[in-house]
């Protein structure tokens, strides 16, 4: 289980964690996010292959075998760049966060590489197709635009996206909760929150239909938010997914889930298989 005596307040238990605690604390534009908490924990931790959480490490060694350059949007201090090098040492790293003094450690954490200030809900500055692979981890569940941080992150795919939410059972409609942010051994301070969103599932699938990928792959598992969660009632899914985009056109996407519900039935939407088809089971990282 991580640590959770310096940075608190900002993690989730997942079910089929293995009882570990899933830090999720990137970039959603809230002032808190320069506290000094907060780059301290991105300094030391999120970093290493033993740091993913199983949701990452179903796609991440696979994505990596097959991608040369990777846009991390929401990237803190640039950890997961060490992390994709594990996997795939020639690739090229560039990172994108809301917090400007997140991107400021980055730079002077990893001086060789590219970091850039930005809010994937308002635009970015990279060019279309401009990425094998675009990474949002950690943060969509926190922005009330996700929809338009997904259409823009999208717009830089050149063929895979890869991100998470959490999705609400179906039939319960989006859930807009809130989490209290703490950092440091303090506590919550009484005032700092931010939103908490469960998206509605069949919405969510609307949503990404509308983009015209041609596979969609996805992954997930229940779990409970943490403590300072509130205003979200029981288990939620937390769910990864990896959107690819066509390379010669069609009108049909195909599915492939392992997630405790099926995507409902949809128009254009291919109900295709089991994920392990198409995405081989990772080693363990080695400890």
């Given at each position: ?5 310096r940075y608190?307040?900002l993690?989730?238990?997942r079910?089929?964690?293995?009882g570990?605690?899933e830090?999720?604390?990137k970039?959603?534009?809230?002032s808190?996010f320069?506290?000094p908490?907060?780059?301290e924990f991105?300094?030391d931790s999120?970093?290493l292959?033993e740091?993913?959480?199983p949701?990452?490490l179903r796609?991440l060694?696979?994505l990596a075998?097959?991608s ?5 949007v ?7 760049a060490?992390i994709w ?6 690739v090229s ?10 991107i400021a450690a980055?730079r002077r954490?990893?001086?060789s590489l590219r970091?850039?200030?930005?809010d994937?809900s308002?635009?970015l500055?990279?060019?279309?197709r ?7 981890l950690?943060?969509?569940h ?13 717009r830089?795919v050149d063929?895979?996206l890869?991100?998470d ?5 179906p039939g319960?409609?989006?859930?807009v909760?809130e989490?209290?942010?703490?950092f440091?051994t303090e506590g919550?301070d009484?005032?700092t ?6 998206v509605d ?11 015209e ?7 997930g598992?229940?779990?409970?938010p943490?403590?300072?969660v509130?205003g979200i ?5 937390f769910?990864t ?7 010669v056109g ?5 599915a ?15 109900r295709s298989g089991?994920l392990?088809e198409v995405?081989?089971?990772?080693d363990?990282?080695?400890c």
């Amino acid at each position: 289980v991580q640590d959770r005596r310096r940075y608190v307040g900002l993690s989730m238990r997942r079910r089929g964690d293995s009882g570990r605690v899933e830090d999720r604390s990137k970039g959603s534009g809230h002032s808190t996010f320069s506290d000094p908490g907060m780059l301290e924990f991105f300094s030391d931790s999120r970093r290493l292959p033993e740091d993913l959480y199983p949701s990452e490490l179903r796609f991440l060694p696979w994505l990596a075998s097959e991608s040369k350059t990777i846009l991390d949007v929401g990237c803190a201090v640039g950890g997961f760049a060490d992390i994709w090098t594990h996997f795939a040492p020639e690739v090229s790293y560039v990172g994108s966060d809301v917090s400007p003094e997140l991107i400021a450690a980055a730079r002077r954490l990893r001086p060789s590489l590219r970091f850039e200030v930005g809010d994937a809900s308002r635009g970015l500055p990279f060019d279309d197709r401009g990425f094998d692979v675009v990474q949002g981890l950690g943060w969509l569940h926190w922005e009330p635009r996700f929809a338009d941080a997904l259409r823009e992150m999208w717009r830089m795919v050149d063929h895979r996206l890869f991100f998470d939410v959490r999705l609400a059972r179906p039939g319960s409609g989006t859930i807009v909760g809130e989490q209290r942010l703490a950092f440091g051994t303090e506590g919550w301070d009484g005032e700092t929150t931010t939103p908490y969103i469960v998206v509605d599932l069949v919405n969510f699938v609307d949503l990404l239909l509308a983009l015209e990928p041609f596979r969609i792959l996805a992954y997930g598992y229940l779990g409970e938010p943490d403590d300072l969660v509130i205003g979200i009632d029981g288990e939620v899914c937390f769910a990864t997914f990896v959107l690819e985009r066509s390379l010669v056109g069609g009108s049909t996407t195909g599915a492939w889930v392992d997630m405790p519900w099926n995507l409902p039935e949809r128009p254009g939407l291919a109900r295709s298989g089991a994920l392990a088809e198409v995405v081989p089971e990772p080693d363990p990282p080695r400890c």
